[in-house]
T-cell receptor, first 112, second 112 residues
Framework: DTAVSQTPKYLVTQMGNDKSIKCEQN?????MYWYKQDSKKFLKIMFS???????INETVPNRFSPKSPDKAHLNLHINSLELGDSAVYFC???????????FGNGTRLTVT | AQSVTQLDSQVPVFEEAPVELRCNYS??????LFWYVQYPNQGLQLLLK??????LVKGINGFEAEFNKSQTSFHLRKPSVHISDTAEYFC??????????FGKGTLLTVNP
């Protein structure tokens, strides 16, 4: 059983399109995250939800909108995609703030 | 605010040699420290963590790290590396705000 699963694994799309990435965790964790990993492997937090409530919202363009329908799911919707959005997006979860994160395998987004 | 500096972007070593990957952090509050490993095209996997207690922590795959508060360091070590240890290694620090901040990563390449 996959603990944190993301779909799709690969996403290729054109500039200007709108796309979504889904994430689900079956660990019973209260906190979920989205991280962006750029081409230089740098990981930066984008959002964090705790029990469906947004608790971290880093300086991310408002074209990015997270949605948490329940505490097991955290989806990421991106409007008007730009070339600079190309990256690997990781979903993660943890039981509490000082606990290790459990990562999904990532979604490689390529914007052409 | 917290930050992490990984002093080496790349570390090449020969198989069975010892290795040390360096990590320094800064934080204004108590910290929790982690090392993660990322194999090619995969998500991040926890190697080890320091939350409190003994400053020498042991992790998976024969890795260990030592927390040094006076030097604000959390260096990762392994006495004898294998080809399979080739991967990207990330040091990370968490404070009280649900936010895990990552270093820029160190690419460990183990050569035969």
């Amino acid at each position: 059983d996959t603990a944190v699963s993301q779909t799709p694994k690969y996403l290729v799309t054109q500039m200007g399109n709108d796309k979504s990435i889904k994430c689900e965790q079956n660990l019973g964790h209260d906190t979920m995250y989205w991280y962006k990993q750029d081409s230089k492997k740098f990981l930066k937090i984008m959002f964090s939800y705790n029990n469906k409530e947004l608790i971290i919202n880093e300086t991310v363009p408002n074209r990015f909108s997270p949605k948490s329908p329940d505490k097991a799911h955290l989806n990421l919707h991106i409007n008007s995609l730009e070339l600079g959005d190309s990256a690997v997006y990781f979903c993660a979860s943890s039981p509490e703030y000082n606990s290790p994160l459990h990562f999904g395998n990532g979604t490689r987004l390529t914007v052409t | 605010a917290q930050s992490v500096t990984q002093l080496d972007s790349q570390v090449p070593v020969f198989e069975e040699a010892p290795v040390e990957l360096r990590c320094n952090y800064s934080s204004s509050v108590s910290v929790y420290l982690f090392w993660y490993v990322q194999y090619p095209n995969q998500g991040l996997q926890l190697l080890l963590k320091y939350l409190s207690g003994s400053t020498l922590v042991k992790g998976i795959n024969g890795f260990e790290a030592e927390f040094n508060k006076s030097q604000t360091s959390f260096h990762l070590r392994k006495p004898s590396v294998h080809i399979s240890d080739t991967a990207e290694y990330f040091c990370a620090v968490a404070g009280s705000n649900y936010k895990l901040t990552f270093g820029k990563g160190t690419l460990l390449t183990v050569n035969p």
